[in-house]
T-cell receptor, first 114, second 114 residues
Framework: KQEVTQIPAALSVPEGENLVLNCSFT??????LQWFRQDPGKGLTSLLL?????REQTSGRLNASLDKSSGRSTLYIAASQPGDSATYLC?????????????FGKGTKLTVNP | NAGVTQTPKFQVLKTGQSMTLQCAQD?????MYWYRQDPGMGLRLIYY???????DKGEVPNGYNVSRLNKREFSLRLESAAPSQTSVYFC?????????????FGDGTRLSIL
């Protein structure tokens, strides 16, 4: 059974700091990995999607890497801002029971202090 | 630019009452999903519809039914609500079940069962 773990569960940093969020998964047979952002009381916003054949994806100050063989992904946020405060979720898409499923981690709650 | 729309946003029910959560997407997506999000549990898939006319069980289907009314709409029904179904429910859609297709999420329905 695919399991996704995110460490740490919560992180508090001062504004301007570069930071890394970690995601690990138990079954390396994935199609892709997706990072989401969730603001309090809101839905999920897709940030980056990395295909299984890719090593990384970049969008602005965000960079996500994928090491499928070791079952790990990182989300790097450069020059963090208070507006980055949110919960970040990673999810892997894999095959289960003949269809594709998205399995989520429990998230890392990020607080960026001014 | 609505994307995925869920109604209602909030609801309080008494144990045993029934209710239907509505979801509609305007992106002409084929696949739609229902998740529940609980503290400490992450998001878990309840049901999904890979295409119009098909529905399949996810990880936690017990106590729920779904209807893919047409390509745009995918509803989730609680026939006899139980306190264990208190949760935040998210609907999502994707262009297809293909691995390169990210899922787009609604803002959620916050449901309390007393």
């Amino acid at each position: 059974k695919q399991e996704v773990t995110q460490i740490p569960a919560a992180l508090s940093v001062p504004e301007g700091e570069n930071l890394v969020l970690n995601c690990s998964f138990t079954d390396s047979a994935i199609y892709n990995l997706q990072w989401f952002r969730q603001d309090p009381g809101k839905g999920l916003t897709s940030l980056l999607l990395i295909q299984s054949s890719q090593r990384e994806q970049t969008s602005g100050r965000l960079n996500a890497s994928l090491d499928k063989s070791s079952g790990r992904s990182t989300l790097y946020i450069a020059a963090s801002q208070p507006g980055d405060s949110a919960t970040y979720l990673c999810a892997v898409r894999h095959s289960q029971g003949g269809s594709e499923k998205l399995v989520f981690g429990k998230g890392t709650k990020l607080t960026v202090n001014p | 630019n609505a994307g995925v729309t869920q109604t209602p946003k909030f609801q309080v029910l008494k144990t045993g009452q029934s209710m239907t959560l509505q979801c509609a997407q305007d992106m002409n997506h084929n696949s739609m999903y229902w998740y529940r999000q609980d503290p400490g549990m992450g998001l878990r898939l309840i049901y999904y519809s890979a295409s119009e006319g098909t529905t399949d069980k996810g990880e936690v289907p017990n106590g729920y039914n779904v209807s893919r009314l047409n390509k745009r709409e995918f509803s989730l029904r609680l026939e006899s609500a139980a306190p264990s179904q208190t949760s935040v429910y998210f609907c999502a859609s994707s262009e297809s079940q293909g691995p390169s297709r990210p899922q787009h999420f609604g803002d959620g329905t916050r449901l309390s069962i007393l």
